[in-house]
Protein backbone atom coordinates (compact mmCIF):
# COMPACT_ATOMS: atom_id res chain seq x y z
CA UNK A 1 0.00 0.00 0.00
CA UNK A 2 2.61 2.16 0.87
CA UNK A 3 4.48 1.61 -2.78
CA UNK A 4 0.89 2.77 -3.76
CA UNK A 5 0.46 6.15 -2.14
CA UNK A 6 3.81 6.94 -2.75
CA UNK A 7 2.76 7.07 -7.10
CA UNK A 8 -0.29 8.58 -6.55
CA UNK A 9 -0.13 10.97 -3.60
CA UNK A 10 2.61 13.25 -5.13
CA UNK A 11 0.93 13.66 -8.49
CA UNK A 12 -2.04 14.89 -6.65
CA UNK A 13 -0.20 16.90 -4.20
CA UNK A 14 1.12 18.83 -6.62
CA UNK A 15 -2.01 19.47 -8.44
CA UNK A 16 -3.35 20.58 -4.62
CA UNK A 17 -0.08 23.12 -4.69
CA UNK A 18 -1.05 24.78 -8.16
CA UNK A 19 -4.83 25.04 -6.78
CA UNK A 20 -3.24 26.59 -3.39
CA UNK A 21 -1.13 29.23 -5.39
CA UNK A 22 -3.98 30.69 -7.33
CA UNK A 23 -6.29 30.69 -4.43
CA UNK A 24 -3.92 32.95 -2.14
CA UNK A 25 -3.29 35.06 -5.07
CA UNK A 26 0.31 34.59 -5.83
CA UNK A 27 -0.01 34.70 -8.92
CA UNK A 28 -3.14 35.04 -11.66
CA UNK A 29 -5.42 32.96 -13.97
CA UNK A 30 -2.89 34.27 -16.91
CA UNK A 31 -0.21 32.72 -15.44
CA UNK A 32 -1.56 29.79 -15.13
CA UNK A 33 -3.31 29.81 -18.53
CA UNK A 34 0.69 30.65 -19.80
CA UNK A 35 2.03 27.58 -18.67
CA UNK A 36 -0.02 25.64 -19.66
CA UNK A 37 1.00 26.85 -23.64
CA UNK A 38 4.60 26.45 -22.38
CA UNK A 39 3.83 23.13 -20.96
CA UNK A 40 2.03 21.90 -24.34
CA UNK A 41 3.71 23.59 -26.99
CA UNK A 42 7.58 23.58 -25.56
CA UNK A 43 8.15 21.54 -23.00
CA UNK A 44 6.24 18.71 -23.11
CA UNK A 45 7.51 18.23 -26.56
CA UNK A 46 10.27 18.56 -25.78
CA UNK A 47 10.47 15.76 -22.92
CA UNK A 48 8.60 13.44 -25.49
CA UNK A 49 11.49 13.59 -28.11
CA UNK A 50 14.45 13.29 -25.38
CA UNK A 51 12.69 9.76 -23.42
CA UNK A 52 11.50 8.45 -27.00
CA UNK A 53 14.65 9.59 -28.56
CA UNK A 54 17.12 7.96 -26.12
CA UNK A 55 14.86 4.74 -25.18
CA UNK A 56 15.72 1.67 -27.15
CA UNK A 57 12.64 1.45 -30.13
CA UNK A 58 12.67 -2.49 -30.87
CA UNK A 59 12.27 -2.57 -26.64
CA UNK A 60 9.45 0.37 -25.90
CA UNK A 61 7.44 -0.28 -28.95
CA UNK A 62 4.53 -2.47 -29.05
CA UNK A 63 2.31 -2.78 -31.25
CA UNK A 64 -0.08 -4.98 -29.45
CA UNK A 65 -0.30 -2.38 -26.72
CA UNK A 66 -1.05 0.51 -29.30
CA UNK A 67 -3.91 -1.93 -31.03
CA UNK A 68 -5.48 -2.59 -27.47
CA UNK A 69 -5.70 0.71 -25.93
CA UNK A 70 -7.21 2.25 -29.59
CA UNK A 71 -9.55 -0.69 -29.56
CA UNK A 72 -10.67 -0.45 -26.43
CA UNK A 73 -11.06 3.48 -26.72
CA UNK A 74 -13.32 2.79 -29.72
CA UNK A 75 -15.43 0.28 -28.00
CA UNK A 76 -16.26 2.99 -25.07
CA UNK A 77 -17.04 5.28 -27.58
CA UNK A 78 -19.29 2.88 -29.40
CA UNK A 79 -20.81 2.11 -25.83
CA UNK A 80 -21.43 5.85 -24.41
CA UNK A 81 -22.46 7.09 -27.65
CA UNK A 82 -25.13 4.35 -27.95
CA UNK A 83 -26.23 4.65 -24.42
CA UNK A 84 -26.65 8.56 -24.85
CA UNK A 85 -29.19 7.65 -27.70
CA UNK A 86 -31.23 5.10 -25.89
CA UNK A 87 -31.96 7.67 -23.09
CA UNK A 88 -32.51 10.30 -25.38
CA UNK A 89 -29.74 12.57 -24.85
CA UNK A 90 -30.08 15.94 -26.82
CA UNK A 91 -27.15 16.09 -29.04
CA UNK A 92 -25.15 18.73 -27.03
CA UNK A 93 -25.56 16.86 -23.87
CA UNK A 94 -24.65 13.65 -25.87
CA UNK A 95 -21.94 14.84 -27.71
CA UNK A 96 -20.02 15.77 -24.21
CA UNK A 97 -21.23 13.26 -22.01
CA UNK A 98 -19.68 10.68 -24.93
CA UNK A 99 -16.30 12.59 -25.20
CA UNK A 100 -15.96 12.77 -21.72
CA UNK A 101 -16.38 9.06 -21.58
CA UNK A 102 -13.05 7.93 -23.22
CA UNK A 103 -10.86 11.07 -23.60
CA UNK A 104 -8.21 11.41 -20.98
CA UNK A 105 -5.90 13.31 -19.80
CA UNK A 106 -3.06 11.45 -20.93
CA UNK A 107 -0.36 14.02 -21.39
CA UNK A 108 -0.53 15.96 -17.98
CA UNK A 109 -1.95 12.97 -15.55
CA UNK A 110 -1.25 9.61 -17.37
CA UNK A 111 2.53 10.32 -18.13
CA UNK A 112 3.00 11.58 -14.70
CA UNK A 113 1.87 8.44 -12.64
CA UNK A 114 3.38 6.19 -15.31
CA UNK A 115 6.17 8.07 -14.81
CA UNK A 116 6.04 7.93 -11.13
CA UNK A 117 5.23 4.05 -11.14
CA UNK A 118 7.89 2.73 -13.93
CA UNK A 119 10.41 5.52 -14.35
CA UNK A 120 12.52 6.46 -17.66
CA UNK A 121 11.91 3.14 -19.10
CA UNK A 122 7.92 3.39 -18.56
CA UNK A 123 8.18 6.73 -19.62
CA UNK A 124 9.46 6.09 -22.77
CA UNK A 125 6.43 3.29 -24.12
CA UNK A 126 4.29 5.40 -22.61
CA UNK A 127 5.35 8.32 -24.88
CA UNK A 128 5.83 6.36 -27.54
CA UNK A 129 2.01 5.11 -27.05
CA UNK A 130 0.37 8.40 -26.66
CA UNK A 131 2.25 9.43 -30.26
CA UNK A 132 -0.35 6.91 -31.44
CA UNK A 133 -3.27 7.32 -29.62
CA UNK A 134 -3.51 11.04 -29.71
CA UNK A 135 -4.85 10.59 -33.32
CA UNK A 136 -7.29 7.82 -32.59
CA UNK A 137 -8.68 10.08 -29.06
CA UNK A 138 -9.25 13.67 -31.53
CA UNK A 139 -10.91 11.01 -34.38
CA UNK A 140 -13.49 9.47 -32.01
CA UNK A 141 -13.66 12.87 -30.01
CA UNK A 142 -14.76 14.89 -33.01
CA UNK A 143 -17.17 12.13 -34.12
CA UNK A 144 -18.73 12.36 -30.80
CA UNK A 145 -19.46 16.13 -31.04
CA UNK A 146 -20.91 15.78 -34.66
CA UNK A 147 -22.38 12.54 -35.05
CA UNK A 148 -25.40 13.89 -32.40
CA UNK A 149 -26.20 16.72 -34.35
CA UNK A 150 -25.97 14.74 -37.92
CA UNK A 151 -24.26 17.16 -39.42
CA UNK A 152 -23.12 16.60 -43.12
CA UNK A 153 -20.72 19.50 -43.27
CA UNK A 154 -17.66 18.58 -41.63
CA UNK A 155 -14.32 20.34 -41.83
CA UNK A 156 -11.55 17.31 -43.04
CA UNK A 157 -9.32 19.56 -44.05
CA UNK A 158 -9.27 21.47 -40.66
CA UNK A 159 -9.35 18.43 -38.70
CA UNK A 160 -6.75 16.26 -40.47
CA UNK A 161 -4.62 20.05 -39.96
CA UNK A 162 -5.09 19.67 -36.21
CA UNK A 163 -3.74 16.58 -36.21
CA UNK A 164 -0.66 16.90 -38.07
CA UNK A 165 0.10 19.93 -36.17
CA UNK A 166 -0.51 18.55 -33.04
CA UNK A 167 2.80 19.16 -31.16
CA UNK A 168 2.07 15.91 -29.07
CA UNK A 169 1.85 14.27 -31.95
CA UNK A 170 4.93 15.62 -33.71
CA UNK A 171 7.42 15.34 -31.02
CA UNK A 172 6.07 11.61 -30.45
CA UNK A 173 7.29 10.86 -33.69
CA UNK A 174 10.64 12.89 -34.05
CA UNK A 175 11.17 10.73 -31.04
CA UNK A 176 10.29 7.59 -32.52
CA UNK A 177 12.87 8.18 -35.66
CA UNK A 178 15.55 9.56 -33.52
CA UNK A 179 15.05 6.01 -31.23
CA UNK A 180 14.11 3.96 -34.55
CA UNK A 181 17.56 4.59 -36.41
CA UNK A 182 19.42 5.10 -33.49
CA UNK A 183 20.88 8.47 -33.83
CA UNK A 184 22.91 9.58 -31.17
CA UNK A 185 22.01 12.26 -29.04
CA UNK A 186 24.96 15.37 -28.78
CA UNK A 187 25.86 15.44 -24.67
CA UNK A 188 25.04 19.33 -24.56
CA UNK A 189 21.81 18.66 -26.26
CA UNK A 190 21.22 15.90 -23.90
CA UNK A 191 21.94 17.77 -21.01
CA UNK A 192 19.78 20.66 -21.76
CA UNK A 193 16.54 18.16 -22.68
CA UNK A 194 17.22 16.61 -19.43
CA UNK A 195 17.05 20.01 -17.95
CA UNK A 196 13.66 20.93 -19.38
CA UNK A 197 12.24 17.46 -19.25
CA UNK A 198 12.93 18.03 -15.38
CA UNK A 199 10.06 20.68 -14.91
CA UNK A 200 7.84 19.59 -17.68
CA UNK A 201 5.39 17.12 -15.25
CA UNK A 202 5.85 19.62 -12.34
CA UNK A 203 4.72 22.60 -14.58
CA UNK A 204 1.93 21.16 -15.97
CA UNK A 205 0.09 19.09 -12.66
CA UNK A 206 0.66 23.10 -11.31
CA UNK A 207 -1.34 24.19 -14.56
CA UNK A 208 -3.72 21.18 -13.85
CA UNK A 209 -4.11 22.67 -10.25
CA UNK A 210 -4.40 26.07 -11.47
CA UNK A 211 -6.78 25.81 -13.19
CA UNK A 212 -8.89 23.59 -11.12
CA UNK A 213 -12.29 25.19 -10.09
CA UNK A 214 -15.22 23.87 -8.21
CA UNK A 215 -16.79 26.44 -9.68
CA UNK A 216 -17.42 24.28 -12.63
CA UNK A 217 -19.10 21.20 -10.33
CA UNK A 218 -22.49 22.71 -11.60
CA UNK A 219 -25.29 21.01 -14.11
CA UNK A 220 -26.32 17.89 -14.63
CA UNK A 221 -24.15 16.16 -12.03
CA UNK A 222 -25.61 12.14 -12.18
CA UNK A 223 -24.50 12.53 -16.20
CA UNK A 224 -21.21 13.96 -14.75
CA UNK A 225 -21.29 11.27 -12.54
CA UNK A 226 -22.08 8.37 -15.17
CA UNK A 227 -19.57 9.65 -17.78
CA UNK A 228 -16.37 9.73 -14.92
CA UNK A 229 -17.79 6.43 -14.01
CA UNK A 230 -17.32 5.34 -17.52
CA UNK A 231 -14.04 6.88 -18.08
CA UNK A 232 -11.97 6.05 -14.75
CA UNK A 233 -13.42 2.43 -14.30
CA UNK A 234 -15.07 0.90 -17.64
CA UNK A 235 -12.61 2.01 -19.78
CA UNK A 236 -9.67 0.49 -17.96
CA UNK A 237 -11.70 -3.04 -17.81
CA UNK A 238 -12.42 -2.78 -21.53
CA UNK A 239 -8.84 -2.15 -21.84
CA UNK A 240 -7.70 -4.90 -19.54
CA UNK A 241 -9.29 -7.29 -21.43
CA UNK A 242 -8.21 -6.52 -24.82
CA UNK A 243 -4.32 -6.24 -23.39
CA UNK A 244 -5.43 -9.69 -22.05
CA UNK A 245 -7.06 -10.56 -25.47
CA UNK A 246 -3.95 -9.17 -27.41
CA UNK A 247 -1.40 -11.04 -25.02
CA UNK A 248 0.07 -8.01 -23.62
CA UNK A 249 1.63 -8.20 -20.37
CA UNK A 250 4.16 -7.28 -18.17
CA UNK A 251 4.93 -3.38 -18.21
CA UNK A 252 3.23 -3.08 -20.82
CA UNK A 253 -0.11 -3.91 -19.88
CA UNK A 254 0.01 -1.41 -16.61
CA UNK A 255 1.11 1.78 -19.07
CA UNK A 256 -2.04 0.43 -21.07
CA UNK A 257 -4.02 0.49 -17.82
CA UNK A 258 -2.75 3.40 -16.40
CA UNK A 259 -2.69 5.87 -19.64
CA UNK A 260 -6.86 4.35 -20.00
CA UNK A 261 -7.15 5.34 -16.22
CA UNK A 262 -6.15 9.17 -16.65
CA UNK A 263 -9.30 11.57 -16.13
CA UNK A 264 -10.96 13.33 -18.83
CA UNK A 265 -9.16 16.04 -20.26
CA UNK A 266 -9.62 19.79 -20.13
CA UNK A 267 -9.72 19.89 -23.98
CA UNK A 268 -13.02 18.36 -24.08
CA UNK A 269 -14.28 21.38 -22.29
CA UNK A 270 -12.67 23.14 -25.29
CA UNK A 271 -13.91 21.22 -27.79
CA UNK A 272 -17.34 20.96 -26.43
CA UNK A 273 -17.90 24.50 -26.66
CA UNK A 274 -16.06 25.10 -29.98
CA UNK A 275 -18.26 22.42 -31.45
CA UNK A 276 -21.60 22.82 -30.40
CA UNK A 277 -21.31 20.55 -27.07
CA UNK A 278 -22.71 20.86 -24.01
CA UNK A 279 -19.58 22.73 -22.05
CA UNK A 280 -21.24 23.19 -18.88
CA UNK A 281 -21.28 19.31 -18.79
CA UNK A 282 -18.01 18.72 -19.84
CA UNK A 283 -15.97 21.31 -17.63
CA UNK A 284 -18.38 19.54 -15.00
CA UNK A 285 -16.50 15.94 -16.29
CA UNK A 286 -13.21 17.14 -16.30
CA UNK A 287 -13.69 18.48 -12.25
CA UNK A 288 -15.31 15.70 -11.29
CA UNK A 289 -13.12 12.84 -13.16
CA UNK A 290 -9.87 14.56 -12.22
CA UNK A 291 -10.75 15.04 -8.36
CA UNK A 292 -12.18 11.00 -8.35
CA UNK A 293 -9.06 9.73 -10.10
CA UNK A 294 -6.86 9.94 -6.90
CA UNK A 295 -8.91 7.26 -5.69
CA UNK A 296 -9.45 5.59 -8.71
CA UNK A 297 -5.78 5.61 -9.77
CA UNK A 298 -5.17 3.86 -6.14
CA UNK A 299 -7.57 1.30 -6.85
CA UNK A 300 -5.96 0.41 -10.21
CA UNK A 301 -2.26 0.16 -8.67
CA UNK A 302 -3.95 -1.91 -6.16
CA UNK A 303 -4.70 -4.22 -8.64
CA UNK A 304 -1.60 -4.14 -10.57
CA UNK A 305 0.27 -4.32 -7.32
CA UNK A 306 -1.86 -7.05 -5.20
CA UNK A 307 1.15 -7.58 -2.92
CA UNK A 308 0.69 -4.08 -1.88
CA UNK A 309 -2.79 -4.88 0.18
CA UNK A 310 -1.01 -6.95 2.45
CA UNK A 311 1.94 -4.93 3.48
Excluded at 32 to 46: D, G, H, M, R, S
Excluded at 108 to 122: E, M, P, T
Excluded at 151 to 172: E, F, H, W
Aim: glycine letters at 10%.
Amino acid sequence: MLNVIQIVVPVFLIIALGWSIRRIGLVNDVFFQQTNKLVFYVCLPLLLIHKIGAADFAASFNFRLILATAGATGCCFFIAYLYGIRRGYPAPILGAFCQGSFRGNLAYIGLAIVYNGYGNAGLARAGILLGFLVPVLNFFAILALTLPGQRQCIMYGKIVRQMITNPLILSSLVGIFWSFFHLPIPIIMDRSLSIVSGMTLPLALLAIGGNFSMKRLRGDLRTAALATTMKLFVLPMVTAFFLFLLGVSGIDFAIGLLMAGAPAAVATYIMACQMGGDGKLAGTIVVMSTATSALSYTLLLLCLHPGASSM
